[in-house]
């Protein structure tokens, strides 16, 4: 089981980026997929989950302005960030898991996760 999130990068406020959490060993569609961020000195943040139904969940913080979504195909699940803000700067982190649509947000419902890809958004 592997998750391999790519397509972080430096960009301006009000910019867009495009993430993506390419998965192997097993298929997206049947799990649960998160995006989560962590910035330096703070705790990690759940930002996005879509179960394997395809329902989606947002952070507050991000409702409106990030959009997550899967190709069952490439076996995929990305996030696209527009409107970015400089306070969306974080390691930005996919992980597996099944949680209940309530728990979405716990880091401990995910056993798997990728190696993390840098998202910096300058004022």
């Known amino acids: 089981v592997q998750l391999q999130a790519s397509g972080g990068g430096l960009v301006q406020a009000g910019g867009s980026l495009r993430l993506s959490c390419a998965a192997s060993g097993f298929r997206l569609v049947d799990y649960g997929i998160s995006w989560f961020r962590q910035a330096p000195g703070k705790e990690r943040e759940a930002v996005s989950h879509?179960?394997?139904?395809?329902?989606?969940y947002y952070a507050d913080s991000v409702k409106g302005r990030f959009t997550i979504s899967r190709d069952n195909a490439k076996n995929t699940v990305y996030l696209q960030m527009s409107s970015l803000k400089p306070e969306d700067t974080a390691v930005y982190y996919c992980?597996?898991?099944?949680?209940?649509?309530?728990?979405?947000?716990?880091?401990?419902?995910?056993?798997?996760w990728g190696q993390g890809t840098q998202v910096t958004v300058s004022s």
């Open positions: 879509i179960r394997s139904s395809g329902i989606t």
């Open positions: 992980a597996r898991g099944r949680p209940i649509s309530s728990a979405w947000r716990a880091s401990s419902m995910y056993a798997y």
